[in-house]
């Protein structure tokens, strides 16, 4: 192969990474500013306006806590993901069709995240129904990024890509979180309510999540399919058989599983650290949405330090030592003192410097386990992990809140999950296992 061949092979896939990182810089500002931030305190709020004189709306005649009506609108919107990633993702590895699939699911997410603007008054279940289709959109189209990965970078790249991609998206959630702030905090200026401001901010993300789609929609390849075109099968049927299949490599199945325990850890951190940081100490919304703020900030950095890390330690030890540093970080939170915010954004950077890194290199790790031509249908497996079984967390967080009424307590619980996984994770042979998988082992990992 000649030099200039050489040459324009690196051009092409450096291209289509950059295009690639612009799905995350798209799509996570859905997650910051909507899911994080806006939505819950806001859809909760109309849920309130529509409840009858006990506290509890009706959707479908079935009587609802309005305080509990987003969480059980999330927790749908995970059912549908669920029964929706395997068979999408099946099409896509037999189709080779991942692009138009990755632009349906984010136009419709897109779409019901813009029309989130019309959520007014006492409409709670359009809120709801938009809430789902997003939702479950993302999901999706997380996955067939995600699964993007193998494709787009050699084994010695795949570190430093994935870190650039999760150090884009909260680079974007940062950027837009602080124009959405202005516009909150500053809406009288502006001459909107603050409703008004709300509604604008939802709007805004999908309208960005609908632009930014365009660059890696224009700039991604379709690869061909990797097998024979065969019908896809419903949704449970087609993850039972996505699991039979993964049984035939069980290191991989055990670092999933291992994954599956520590980011249920750290999803629980994230949707929990804000209750923490209101009923334990005591402090305020404008404290809580600048911690969140400096999480955003700092997990650029630490997304991009703990892919320099790995290129010298490995990913696997660099993901084990972030394990270590979460178990540290909440330790140090059990005895943050009441009233005191300057500590609360200690322990808010300390997460947001492992938070991008673990994620990171988790999915890097994850693409090196992964068999030729299952790329999407295996994804589907590992993006159910990361957002489809994250329950165990916040059932022990609850259920640890309910023996003992301390939401200290409840906060060191969670260390569970990270002294777990870290000794799953430990045990497994990554070498071994990306060479069973049928891929060539780097010379660091």
Not at 138 to 161: C, F, H, K, T
Not at 397 to 414: H, V
Request: proline content about 5%; overall charge positive.
């Amino acid at each position: 192969m000649s030099a200039d061949t050489v040459r324009t092979d690196v051009f092409d896939r450096q291209r289509e990474q950059r295009g690639w990182y612009f799905y995350d810089w798209a799509c996570s500002v859905y997650s910051t500013s909507v899911l994080t931030v806006f939505l819950g305190p806001y859809l909760t709020s109309v849920a309130k306006s529509a409840a009858d004189a006990d506290g509890y709306v009706h959707p479908l005649g079935i009587p609802v806590r309005a305080g509990s009506f987003f969480a059980y609108s999330v927790s749908l919107s995970v059912i549908v993901a669920v029964l929706v990633m395997p068979m999408v993702g099946a099409a896509a590895d037999r189709t080779g069709r991942k692009k138009p699939l990755l632009g349906i699911t984010a136009y419709v997410g897109a779409a019901a995240t813009t029309g989130m603007f019309f959520l007014d008054g006492d409409r709670y279940l359009l809120g709801g129904l938009l809430l789902i289709v997003a939702n479950a959109a993302q999901s999706v189209g997380m996955m067939l990024y995600n699964s993007y990965l193998p494709q787009i970078a050699p084994p010695e790249e795949r570190d430093a890509v994935s870190s650039r991609g999760w150090a884009f998206g909260y680079a974007a959630g940062s950027l837009v979180l602080i124009a959405n702030l202005v516009l909150y905090l500053a809406h009288d200026s502006f001459g909107v309510s603050e409703t008004t401001a709300v509604r604008i901010c939802l709007a805004a993300a999908g309208l960005w999540w609908g632009a930014f789609t365009l660059v890696p929609l224009r700039r991604l390849r379709d690869r061909g399919s990797a097998g024979p075109k065969e019908a896809t099968a419903p949704g449970l049927r087609q993850l039972a058989a996505t699991v039979r299949n993964m049984r035939r490599h069980p290191l991989t199945l055990s670092f999933l599983l291992a994954y599956l325990i520590y980011n249920d850890g750290i999803q629980t951190v994230i949707s929990q650290a804000s209750i923490y940081g209101s009923e334990e100490l005591g402090l305020g919304q404008s404290t809580l949405i600048g911690a969140v703020l400096l999480v955003q900030v700092l997990a650029v950095a630490g997304a991009l330090g703990m892919g320099r890390l790995a290129r010298t330690y490995g990913a696997k030890r660099t993901i084990l030592g972030s394990l270590v540093a979460w178990t540290v970080t909440l330790a140090a939170g059990y005895f943050l003192p009441p009233g005191v915010p300057v500590w609360f954004f200690v322990l808010a950077s300390g997460i947001g410097l492992v938070l991008g890194g673990s994620q990171a290199l988790s999915r890097s790790l994850f693409s090196h386990l992964v068999p030729p031509g299952k790329e999407a249908e295996y994804f589907s497996a590992y993006e159910m992990s990361d957002r489809g079984m994250s329950w165990l967390g916040p059932l022990l967080f609850g259920i640890t809140y309910q023996l003992t009424g301390s939401y200290r307590d409840a906060i060191i619980s969670l260390v569970a999950f990270f002294i777990i996984g870290f000794a799953l994770l430990a045990r497994v042979p990554v070498r071994q296992a990306i060479s069973e998988a049928g891929n060539p082992v780097p010379d660091t990992i």
